[in-house]
C-alpha cells in the first residue's frame, strides 16, 4: 500500500484532526453510551445496554488510546467494556452481535494489555456466538425473535463482520471449532448472498429445521433486491476479514466481487446512497456505508499486489475526502465527525450522526497512517 504524497498529506491532516476532535469529546461523554447525536453532542442509550452498536464508542478510546498512550484514556476503556457485562450476562441480550460489541471493547483491550477479564468476557461472547450455529442451514442465526417475528432461520450480510470473534477465540485458545464455524458461515453466505453482478443480499431466510433455502428479504435496504448500500460495505470489508484469518482464496474474490460492484455504482459526489437502487432524486446518505467501504477496500490492496490492489486504495482515499470535505463536522465544541449516516432505507429519519461512522471513518485514517490497532 503506497499513498502518493497529496493522499498522505490528507490522510496525515483529516487523522491528526479527528483524534484531537474525538479526544476532547472523550471527556464530554463522561459515562455515556453513544448511538446519535443531537445538536452535535453524542446522545447516551446506557438504558439500551444490549443495542447492537455499544461496542462502538469502546472501539474508538481504544483506538485513541493506542496513538496517545494516554492513561485516563484506557482507564475509560476499561470502565466502558465493564459497562457492557449487564449484557454479557443476560442470554435474551446476545445475539450474532457479539462480535460488534465485544471485539472493539475486550478484544481491543486484550490485544493491547492482555488483560485476563478481557480474554474472559472476549470467550464468553465467542462461545455464545458459535452456539447460534445452525448446523443443518450452516449459518449462523443473526437476531433473536422480535415480539411475534420468527428469526430463527435468518441470517444477514452483517454477521460477516462478527466472525473474526470466532477466528480470534481459535487463535486464543488453540480449538479449532470457533474457525470451522466461521468458515462454514462465510461459504454459505458466499454462497446465497453474493449475485452474480457483484452485489448482495441483505436477509436471507432459510427453514431452520432442514436448512433449506427459502426467501430473500430486502431487510434495510429499499425494498427485496435492491443493494443497500451499508450491507455492501458489510460484504467487502466482511470477505476481506476472513480471508486474512484464514488465507482462502474464495473470501477475497467474494470481497473483490462486492468491491468492484460498489466502485462501480459511486456517484460523481463520491457520497453514499442509503441503497445503490434508490431514485436518482432521493438524497438519504449514508457515510457509515463509506467509512466501512473504506476499511473493507483499504484490506483488500494490501492483501493484493499493488498493480491489482492500488485502485481499492484510490477508491478508499477518494470515498474518505468526500466525507471530510462535505460531511465531516469541524465545530471543535461538537463530539461527531459524520453527519449523514442512515441506519436504513425505509426509517423516518435520514442524515444523521451515527456512532459506528465515526468509528469506522476514524479505523479507515489509521489505517491509511498506518497506525491505531487492528480489532477485528
Ligand atoms: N448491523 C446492522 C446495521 O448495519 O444496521
Redesign the pocket.
Known amino acids: 500500500m503506497t499513498l502518493t504524497p497529496e493522499q498522505e498529506t490528507f490522510a496525515k491532516t483529516a487523522l491528526d484532526e479527528a483524534v484531537a476532535k474525538l479526544t476532547k469529546a472523550v471527556a464530554r461523554v463522561g459515562e455515556k453510551v453513544p448511538y446519535t447525536a443531537h445538536d452535535g453532542i453524542y446522545d447516551d442509550r446506557s438504558e439500551n445496554i444490549d443495542w447492537?452498536?455499544n461496542g462502538f464508542f469502546g472501539g474508538i478510546l481504544w483506538q485513541l488510546y493506542s496513538v496517545t498512550q494516554d492513561e485516563s484514556i484506557r482507564e475509560k476503556a476499561v470502565a466502558y467494556e465493564a459497562k457492557l457485562d449487564r449484557c454479557l450476562m443476560n442470554d435474551t441480550m446476545l445475539d450474532h452481535?457479539n462480535g460488534?460489541k465485544w471485539l472493539p471493547t475486550a478484544g481491543a483491550d486484550y490485544i493491547l494489555t492482555e488483560s485476563e477479564a478481557a480474554k474472559n468476557r472476549l470467550l464468553l461472547a465467542a462461545s455464545n456466538l458459535m452456539g447460534r450455529f445452525n448446523l443443518n442451514g450452516r449459518f449462523i442465526r443473526a437476531w433473536n425473535d422480535w415480539g411475534t417475528d420468527d428469526h430463527r432461520g435468518w441470517a444477514?450480510i452483517?454477521c460477516l463482520?462478527n466472525l473474526p470473534l470466532l477466528y480470534r477465540a481459535s487463535d486464543i485458545t488453540g480449538d479449532p471449532r470457533f474457525k470451522q464455524v466461521a468458515m462454514a458461515h462465510a461459504d454459505t453466505a458466499a454462497k446465497n448472498f453474493v449475485r452474480a453482478d457483484g452485489s448482495c443480499e441483505h436477509i436471507v431466510e432459510f427453514d431452520p429445521r432442514t436448512g433449506s433455502f427459502v426467501r430473500i428479504r430486502g431487510g434495510?435496504g429499499m425494498k427485496d433486491g435492491s443493494a443497500w448500500t451499508?450491507?455492501q460495505s458489510?460484504g467487502i470489508y466482511g470477505f476481506a476479514l476472513s480471508y486474512m484469518h484464514t488465507k482462502s482464496p474464495a473470501y477475497i474474490e467474494n470481497s473483490r466481487k462486492i468491491a468492484d460492484y460498489y466502485m462501480a455504482h459511486i456517484p460523481e459526489s463520491k457520497l453514499i446512497p442509503v441503497d445503490f437502487c434508490q431514485p436518482a432524486d432521493c438524497d438519504f446518505e449514508d457515510d457509515?456505508s463509506a467509512a466501512i467501504a473504506a476499511c473493507g477496500l483499504i484490506e483488500l490492496s494490501k492483501a493484493l499486489p499493488d498493480a491489482i490492489g492500488d485502485k481499492y486504495l484510490d477508491a478508499a482515499v477518494d470515498l474518505l475526502k468526500a466525507l471530510y470535505d462535505n460531511t465531516v463536522d469541524k465545530d471543535e465544541n461538537h463530539d461527531i465527525l459524520l453527519t449523514r449516516c442512515s441506519?436504513?432505507y425505509n426509517e423516518e429519519n435520514h442524515n444523521y450522526p451515527i456512532i459506528?461512522g465515526d468509528y469506522y471513518y476514524l479505523e479507515a485514517l489509521l489505517k491509511l497512517n498506518n497506525k491505531g490497532i487492528f480489532i477485528w
Open positions: 447492537w452498536t452481535d460488534f444477514i452483517d463482520m434495510q451499508r450491507g458489510w457509515c441506519a436504513s459506528y
